[in-house]
């Protein structure tokens, strides 16, 4: 079986330009989320979605936005990026809402220069 | 507000002998707690959770951790370590309510293991 993927695996942009990074779920759940992993550090959380619907959303400036399509694929797409938005994104999947069966993808890995 | 604090960035064993990476949690209400581990270019991957059923978890790969609520801990122990053992390890919590746990995990900023022949 599939597990979660994501794309694309590395991306290069510069400051001010607009990213849209993708996650297709396992397939049957119905939720994703999306967390932000700076270098040297633990991911961070970003936002959940649920059935089409936010369920959480993390510290982060409003030029970061997603949705899910009807298929619970996802998308994060991060506005007028900065030096400091240069992270691995990690997307994960789960059956449900709860945070106990979480599956992450291989992240993609986004360079701000 | 929910928090793991992870005593050690980096932790060096030899191949056979135990291992022990620490850490700490604080948490207003009853936590999940879990671990995982991260290998270099892939994705995380749960190695045990803590949901109040017992105090000791047995994980994948021969890890465990013990919840200890009198010293707001949740150490992860292997007895012999492994040279596939070397990554980054994360501590994890989260909140639980009456509806069950919540989706967003709270990372730790991790403990690189290394492992030595």
């Known amino acids: 079986d599939a597990g979660v993927t994501q794309s694309p695996t590395h991306l290069i942009k510069t400051r001010g330009q607009h990213v849209t990074l993708r996650c297709s779920p396992i397939?049957?759940?119905?939720?994703v989320s999306w967390y932000q992993q700076v270098l040297g550090q633990g991911p961070q959380f970003i936002f959940q979605y649920y059935e089409k619907e936010e369920r959480g959303r993390g510290n982060f400036p409003d030029r970061f936005s997603a949705r899910q399509f009807p298929n619970y694929s996802s998308e994060l797409n991060v506005n007028a990026l900065l030096l400091g938005d240069s992270a691995l994104y990690l997307c994960a999947s789960s059956p449900g809402w709860q945070g106990e069966k979480l599956f992450f993808g291989s992240g993609t890995q986004l360079s701000v220069l | 507000a929910q928090s793991v604090t992870q005593l050690d960035s980096h932790v060096s064993v030899s191949e056979g002998t135990p291992v022990l990476l620490r850490c700490n949690y604080s948490s207003s209400y009853s936590p999940s707690l879990f671990w995982y581990v991260q290998h270099p270019n892939k994705g995380l991957q749960l190695l045990l959770k803590?949901?109040?059923?017992?105090?000791l978890v047995k994980g994948i790969n021969g890890f465990e951790a013990e919840f200890k609520k009198s010293e707001t801990s949740f150490h992860l122990t292997k007895p012999s370590a492994h040279m596939s053992d070397a990554a980054e390890y994360f501590c994890v919590v989260t909140l639980v309510n009456y509806g069950g746990s919540q989706g967003n995990l709270i990372f730790g900023k991790g403990t690189k293991l290394s492992v030595k022949p």
């Open positions: 803590y949901t109040s059923a017992a105090t």
């Open positions: 397939s049957g759940h119905k939720s």
